[in-house]
């Protein structure tokens, strides 16, 4: 069968959720023959199996005395220059903003040069946005990347109306939703798994993030003392980032270490998922919150707070429920209605059918049409 489109894929190969989103986006393109060349500093963490169309290429970044800094951005802008010409690349597609859309613009440029003209598709994942993006020493170049990037899109209506807010868009901006693979992210029966950590049915919640203070980790501890002061219960933290040690050091101030257990960055997470009883996602901003759509998937209810886009996956007095960021106290409430067992498995039966409407084969068509929309028009551009 002919090859479809042959993408670069730009993104962060580490655990965060906008190199899950490319890396996952990336294989299911290469299932379905499109020619797929990962453009990283380093084989990112979902990619660890062979398919004859998916490539990788890793940016060398070198350093010298000089440097204090070693510039990724010109590594990584050399790189897709050479990838684009030998592998004769159709789209660059680029995910999360900084540095990723303004390197794009440079290789586009410097490849015009040459004759070759590439589209660059840029997708807005978060923090690039609402965080880093927006701070003065980053926005001039946020704005002009973004401004002639030849596709953009956002992982939530929420990100695509902020974009606009914050920053002076002149392009339109698509909204392509995270999704799942519900193949992978289904519940499994792992009965000892539940019995080790909860030999005595304690009800299990679950928080899985990078544990960063966007994330409120503390929100989480103290929503779980709540919880665990009226019903007994486990809490399994996975995930690892800067907040680590000072949530460890909360869980000892407050007694209740022996309850609550730290499991590091883990890659099954799906086997954990598939035994636990609620997930907490309190964070102060989520552009979308993959981290919640993979707990539903395992049939897992979330209680959350309603940043960002999080109300456009997680539905409330449904999937789970909803609060101001920082009401740790209507939280715990609604986690307790959640966790009676009069009302857990209709939760978890709605989580599981709200999943289903962000799995993969929904989506990846979204993609595709919007890589043959953004490659028509370019190709206009150039005849007219
Ligand atoms: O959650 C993080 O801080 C990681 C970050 C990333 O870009 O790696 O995640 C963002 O992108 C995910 C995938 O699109 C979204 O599901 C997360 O909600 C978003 N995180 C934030 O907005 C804080």
Known sequence: MAKKIKIGIVCYPTFGGSGVVATELGKALAQDNHEIHFITYSQPSRLDFLNENLFYHEVDIRTYPLFEYPPYELA??????????????????????????????????????????????????????????????????????????????????????????????????????????????????????????????????????????????????????????????????????PERSAAEAQCRELGICDDIRFLGKLEAIEEVLSVADLFLMPSEKESFGLAALEAMACEVPVISSNAGGIPELNINGVTGFLSPVGDVEAMTRNALHVLDKDNLPTFKANALKRAKEFDISKILPLYENYYHRVMEKTSLNVSL
């Not at 003065?136 to 973004?146: H, K, L, R």
């Not at 519940?187 to 544990?211: T, W, Y």
């Not at 409120?216 to 779980?224: G, L, P, T």
Request: a positive charge; aromatic letters at 8%.
């Open 76 to 241: 990584l802008a050399s790189k897709m220059v050479s990838v684009v010409k030998n592998e004769k690349l159709d789209l660059l597609h680029v995910h999360y903003a900084i540095p990723h859309a303004s390197a794009a613009y440079m290789a586009k440029q410097i490849l015009k040069t040459q004759g070759i003209l590439i589209p660059v598709v840029t997708t807005l994942h978060g923090t690039d946005i609402t965080l880093v993006g927006k701070d003065a020493s980053y926005e001039p170049v946020v704005t002009f990347s973004i401004n002639e990037s030849d596709g953009v899109t956002a992982v939530s209506k929420d990100l695509r109306d902020q974009t606009y807010e914050f920053f002076n868009i002149t392009k339109e901006i698509e909204v392509i939703p995270n999704f799942i693979d519900l193949e992978k992210f289904k519940k499994q029966k792992k009965d000892h798994f539940k019995k080790a950590i909860c030999p005595d049915d304690e009800a299990l919640i679950v928080h899985i993030s990078n544990f960063r203070k966007v994330k409120r980790i503390s929100d989480v501890i103290h929503i779980f003392k709540n919880i665990r002061s009226e019903v007994p219960a486990k809490l399994l933290m996975i995930g690892d980032g």
